[in-house]
């Protein structure tokens, strides 16, 4: 695979959302690729930090979430 193929599956791959062939195929691409490893890490971050954000309880969020559901 070439970074830019991997690069368009690589939001999937951070949260586990890939089928195991195709997973595969970008872990052998990553295991070569510094460059397509450090954007993984980058996206693996960021979905960490949304999973604490969902987790979080705020009390305006299920207005906001209800408001941004019906188009704003």
Avoid: F, K, Q, Y
Avoid at 34 to 60: D, F, I, K, Y
């Amino acid at each position: 695979m070439t970074c830019e193929e991997v690069r368009i599956s690589l939001g999937a791959h951070a949260l586990g959302a890939l089928d195991p062939e195709e997973a595969a195929e970008i872990d052998h691409h990553l295991a070569t690729c510094e460059a397509c490893g450090a954007e993984l890490l980058e996206l693996e971050e960021s979905a960490r930090s949304w999973a604490r954000c969902r987790s979080a309880t705020w009390s305006w969020w299920p207005a906001l979430r209800a408001r941004c559901s019906t188009g704003c």
